[in-house]
Each structure stands twice: as structure tokens, then as C-alpha cells.
């Protein structure tokens, strides 16, 4: 089975995939970008690079999918797959910043994907008060730089692509206790194995 977590910077995506390795210590847990070496070059050139241009932006991050899928994903499939982010991210990035239409951004996942998606993703959604509180506290990266409506529009997005991709969604609202939210997503992987 393979799941991915997704939510805005923030949004405790990292915590709730640590709290998960104790779960489902068989798992393999991975990212994107950045589960392969040639995806954390692409990772950094993206989040501390001085890219001009978006659509050289979603062309890289497709590329790290393409190689995430060949390397980590595809060999993997018989096991429980954790990932921190997906196709669903790339959507949902490329889409708010409007570089082509949803249908095309699905065909292009589809594509860096070879067709293998996520069985099912977890979205951490925050409220704008939370959103704001939690940024107020580190510091920003190139996509966090771009500010909490930009952020906020973000969120929206990765609801309606992890819908566009035919992908089972399971929103949680990631302004409750770490506890509950790891509860809530282990009943729900657990319910599904």
C-alpha cells in the first residue's frame, strides 16, 4: 500500500511521518522531493535556487518524480509505503500558480508517475490563524517566502488535485493535538492493510 502525507509547509507532515516509523517500523518512509540523490539536488535547487522561471520549477519537480517512482516507488510496491508529499504537491503547486489546465497536470503525473499514485493521501489542513502562528516561528524558504494567502491557496489546491488524480482523500484538520491526528491516520492505514 502506498500512502503520502501532504499539507502546507508547517502543517506537521514531518512530525506525523516520525510518529508513523514507530507504528509501522516495516514501512519504507520517503519524500518528495528528495527521496533519491539526483531528487535532493533537485530539492535544492528549487527551495535555495535562482530559478526565474515556474515552469522550469514544475519540470523539475516532475523529474524527481519520475525518478522517485522508477527508483523508490515502483520496486517497493509490495510493502507499506509512507511519503512525505506526491504527485498531489506537484499538482497542486503547478496549478495555483495557473502553468497549464488540471487536465494537463494530471497527463504530466500520470506520466512522471508511469501511472502509480498514491492509494490514499492524508492532507493536514491548518486554519489561517494557525498557519500564521506556526510561520511567525522559523524561518522561510523560497515557498514559505511567498506569504499565507499564497500558502492558504495552496491548501485548497492539494484537496481538489488529490481529487483530479482519482486519489481516496482523507482530510484532518492538523490544528489538533499530534496525538489525535497520528491516531486518526494509524486507524485509517490500519483499516486498509
Known amino acids: 500500500m502506498y500512502i503520502a502525507i501532504e499539507g502546507i509547509d508547517t502543517a506537521g507532515k514531518s ?41 522550469a520549477e514544475l519540470l523539475l519537480f516532475l523529474a524527481d518524480r519520475a525518478e522517485h517512482t522508477e527508483a523508490v516507488i515502483l520496486p517497493n510496491m509490495n510493502r507499506l509505503i509512507i511519503s512525505d508529499r506526491s504527485a ?23 506520466l512522471a508517475t508511469n501511472g502509480t499514485l498514491p492509494d490514499t493521501v492524508f492532507i493536514l489542513k491548518l486554519t489561517p490563524d494557525e498557519l500564521a502562528n506556526r510561520l511567525n516561528q522559523k524561518e522561510h524558504d523560497v515557498i514559505e517566502s511567498r506569504g499565507i494567502d499564497y500558502l492558504l491557496s495552496i491548501q485548497e489546491s492539494l484537496i481538489a488535485s488529490a481529487y483530479a488524480l482519482g486519489i481516496q482523500t482523507h482530510v484532518i484538520d492538523a490544528t489538533q493535538s499530534i496525538d489525535i491526528i497520528t491516531n486518526e491516520i494509524t486507524t485509517l492505514i490500519k483499516g486498509a492493510l
Open 88 to 110: 498531489v504537491s506537484g499538482m497542486a503547486y503547478a496549478s495555483v500558480q495557473n502553468l497549464c489546465d488540471e487536465s494537463t497536470l494530471v497527463l504530466l503525473n500520470r
Open 15 to 55: 512530525t506525523q511521518i516520525e510518529a508513523l516509523r514507530s507504528h509501522f517500523p516495516d514501512a519504507l518512509i520517503t519524500k518528495e522531493p528528495g527521496g533519491t540523490a539526483a531528487g535532493l539536488e533537485i530539492r535544492n535547487m528549487v527551495l535555495h535556487g535562482n530559478l526565474k522561471s515556474k515552469t
